[in-house]
């Protein structure tokens, strides 16, 4: 006979609607526990709650403290086959020390110094860089190097071989997103080594996915099937910032152009369907002009921000913190987020909106107004 305690533990709950507390349903509740069963009326409030109910906290960090420790890693610990990159994720609080910022986003801070290759490996999860300052480092995907910058965005779809290489004599540091708390909790991981060394020493002025895809409003007739997820790997920050900046002129010129008056912003899409770049991330750019405050908005969902530029308050359900470049936030589900400046900042988000859009299990409020 096995003496093995079983996991399930259940008590009667004191709660309206609830059946009495009687040693006969002690005993049925013994009788769960031991075919390993849980009823659903003693569970339905924290399975089915009215509105979501996040393991995840809002929680802000500060870019200057990141790099700095990120120096220090620099210094300490090389990078190579085992560790594979030099990154240091944001862990949570609300979630148990694990290395995620929300339940299904992780996110990170990754640092190569001058003449370093991070190994050429592939994994099922997608992926992004975001450069929030400096330059020299190149990420060669698929043997296409593509160069990193401030204000590049770079996403990297699953299970295609990457590494990079910092050409220059400056360490370079900037963010990586995945998706890996959500690959990881349904259980669809798969990892692969490439060659230890990068296999470009190429700094092209574009890559091959640029000179066929980074054309706005063109596309290539020898490439017409869509692909689920973006075959051009580097937006670059020279055609955000027009955008940016384009719209929040039309909106002084009379035109409704931004989403809310002094906010502009854009959404990175797949030039070849015009939805999201990856089939589980989606990232956008914020830009708010001077003295502007957005309304008060919250999604089922979650999201990581990072000030790209400026400075500003930010509102996460009952935090609020001020924030400058370079630092990093997140907005957990059904969280209400409020924005506001007096001088002006930008902001790049990304989040898992297109997972819940797939599933039909989206849903946003601004100010009181459900979508």
């Known amino acids: 006979m096995s003496t093995v305690e079983s996991p399930v ?22 009788g769960f526990e031991s075919e390993l069963l849980v009823p659903l009326w003693t569970e339905i ?37 085992g560790g594979e990159r030099r990154a240091i994720a944001l862990a949570n609080p609300g979630l148990g020390g694990r290395p995620f910022a929300t339940p299904t986003l992780w996110a990170a801070i990754q640092y190569l110094n001058p003449r370093e290759d991070a190994p050429v490996h592939r994994h099922t999860q997608h992926a ?19 160069g990193m910058r401030r204000g590049d965005f770079l996403p990297q779809a699953g299970w295609h071989w990457h590494g990079h290489h910092n050409l220059s004599t400056s360490p370079m540091a900037w963010i990586d997103g995945l998706d890996i708390p959500f690959a990881r909790y349904v259980e669809s991981t798969f990892f692969e080594f490439g060659p230890d060394e990068v296999e470009s020493r190429e700094a092209p002025e574009y890559s091959r996915a640029e000179r066929l895809w980074a054309h ?5 007739l020898t490439n017409v099937q869509p692909t689920p997820n973006s075959p051009l790997l580097a937006y670059r920050w020279e055609y955000t910032n027009r955008a940016l900046d384009e719209q929040l002129a039309l909106e002084d010129e009379g035109y409704t152009a931004t989403i809310e008056p002094g906010h502009a912003a854009i959404r990175y899409v797949n030039p070849t369907t015009g939805g999201d770049v990856m089939r589980t991330l989606r990232a956008e750019f914020h830009r708010l002009a001077r003295d502007t405050r957005t309304a008060t908005r919250r999604e089922a969902g979650s999201s990581v921000f990072q000030v790209f530029d400026g400075t ?15 630092d990093l936030f997140v907005v957990p589900s059904w969280q209400p987020l409020t924005a506001e400046t007096e001088d002006g900042i930008d902001l790049f988000r990304f989040s898992d909106a297109p997972i819940l859009e797939r599933l039909g299990m989206d849903r946003a409020e601004i100010e009181g107004n459900a979508q």
């Open 9 to 30: 533990k259940l008590q009667a709950v004191d709660a309206p609607d609830q059946p009495d507390r009687t040693p006969q349903l002690e005993e049925l509740y013994r």
């Open 45 to 81: 409030g924290d399975l089915m709650p009215f509105s979501p109910v996040s393991n995840a906290v809002a929680h802000r960090w500060r870019w200057k403290h990141l790099v700095a420790l990120a120096e220090q890693a620099g210094d300490l610990v090389p990078v190579g086959r």
């Open 128 to 146: 992004f860089r975001f450069v929030v300052e400096g330059e020299g480092v190149w990420t060669v995907v698929d043997g296409d190097p593509v």
């Open 216 to 220: 706005p409003g063109l596309r290539p």
């Open 312 to 326: 500003g308050r930010i509102t996460v359900g009952d935090t609020t913190w001020d924030v400058e470049r370079g």
